[in-house]
């Protein structure tokens, strides 16, 4: 069965550091999300990404957030100077394919960035 | 936009007893409405989703969910439950009209007792 895969599953980094995490989403989708979770919060929207370009962004999305997806497989979120409270879960989804977007998302099993 | 309740932050059963996990949804027309699962340490794993049609849903693990336009809620169920049932669940919520991002509950995290 196709799955969202995300790597690393676990990344430790300094504060004012930058992280990318990556994610390969689900081959034939066309839609791509990610989504963070704080320790005992909820799951949070951060952006969606279609056609090479941001979709929607929360307004937890700010500019040190950036998005792209390098060679048509891959799915990266960066972070460029980290702080504390970017320590989280975050979640890679995909979802559509072909026609249609409104299908359920897919998740990936999560990389968890602990910022020290 | 939408948003969704899980009213309930913890919810303890014994095992083999029936569970019900409460949601409520705010969106100004039907919506596209799921329940996930989230075991410790793992992602999320899709149990059953509503898009149209019968107001009924099966999905997976023995899990049914029904949505109640009326109330505005999808509550999910299971007859009886399992050890291995113990987990988080979250109940989300997808607009039908426009941009589709699925909006999450903040989540039931059910204890089951031997």
């Known amino acids: 069965e196709p799955e969202v895969t995300q790597t690393p599953s676990h990344q430790v980094t300094q504060m004012g550091q930058e992280v990318i995490l990556r994610c390969v989403p689900i081959s034939n989708h066309l839609y791509f999300y990610w989504y963070r979770q704080i320790l005992g919060q909820k799951v949070e929207f951060l952006v969606s990404f279609y056609n090479n370009e941001i979709s929607e962004k929360s307004e937890i999305f700010d500019d040190q957030f950036s998005v792209e997806r390098p060679d048509g497989s891959n799915f990266t979120l960066k972070i460029r100077s980290t702080k504390l409270e970017d320590s989280a879960m975050y979640f890679c989804?995909?979802?559509?394919?072909?026609?249609?977007?409104?299908?359920?998302?897919?998740f990936g099993q999560g990389t968890r960035l602990t910022v020290v | 936009a939408q948003s969704v309740t899980q009213p309930d932050i913890h919810i303890t059963v014994s095992e083999g007893a029936s569970l019900e996990l409460r949601c409520n949804y705010s969106?100004?027309?039907?919506?596209?409405l799921f329940w996930y699962v989230q075991s410790p340490g793992q992602g999320l794993q899709l149990l059953l989703k509503?898009?149209?049609?019968?107001?009924l849903v099966q999905g997976i693990k023995g899990f049914e969910a029904e949505f109640k336009r009326s109330q505005s809620s999808f509550n999910l169920r299971k007859p009886s439950v399992h050890w291995s049932d113990a987990a988080e669940y979250f109940c989300a919520v997808g607009a039908t009209g426009g941009s589709y991002i699925p909006t999450f509950g903040r989540g039931t995290s059910l204890i089951v007792h031997p």
């Open positions: 969106y100004g027309a039907t919506p596209y």
């Open positions: 509503y898009f149209s049609g019968d107001t």
């Open positions: 989804a995909s979802s559509g394919s072909g026609t249609t977007r409104n299908t359920e998302a897919f």
